[in-house]
């Protein structure tokens, strides 16, 4: 048997993390080193490397995941924009090899700064700022 992907351990709760919202396909939660406040990875819970590998349904839910998500950070962050990034692969920089989606709330209107040029945050991952936005999100 092959080893679950991290992703797949966040899921099913083995590993922690903070939650922003779940579908009966998909899981949305904080990412632990965020690019930007509220970026969220949403990811299906089936286990696949890339999008083509997902079922139908698990990649069509995916979509209103992501818009969920974005529904839930618009409300907290005040903005309908949003960085919406996918690495399809290792080649292009994916790094958990588990299909995933970057959502990130974009409130400063740099929107020639794409995705791979922004840097972290911060280096050391907060979990408590993690918990207390999730904590929030959860209620949107
Ligand atoms: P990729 O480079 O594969 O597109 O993105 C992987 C993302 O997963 C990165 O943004 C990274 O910060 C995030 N990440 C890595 N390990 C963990 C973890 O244990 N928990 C959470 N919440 N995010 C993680």
Do not use: C
């Not at 966040?10 to 990412?31: C, E, H, K, M, N």
């Not at 839930?72 to 949003?82: A, C, K, P, Q």
């Amino acid at each position: 048997m092959t080893e679950p992907t991290l992703f797949t351990k966040i899921i099913r709760g083995d590993i922690p993390s903070s939650a922003v919202a779940q579908g009966s396909t998909w899981y949305a939660f904080l990412d632990i080193n965020p690019l930007r406040p509220g970026h969220t990875l949403v990811v299906p819970k089936e286990e696949a490397r890339r999008i083509a590998e997902l079922s139908t349904e698990s990649r069509r839910d995916l979509m209103d995941g992501v818009v969920e998500v974005q529904r839930r950070l618009s409300i907290e962050f005040n903005t309908t924009d949003f960085s919406v990034n996918l690495n399809d692969g290792p080649l292009a920089g994916q790094e958990v090899p588990h299909v995933h989606f970057h959502v990130i709330p974009r409130t400063d209107g740099n929107s020639s700064n794409p995705m791979w040029r922004m840097t972290p945050h911060q280096s050391e991952p907060d979990f408590e700022a993690l918990a207390a936005l999730s904590q929030k999100l959860q209620l949107h």
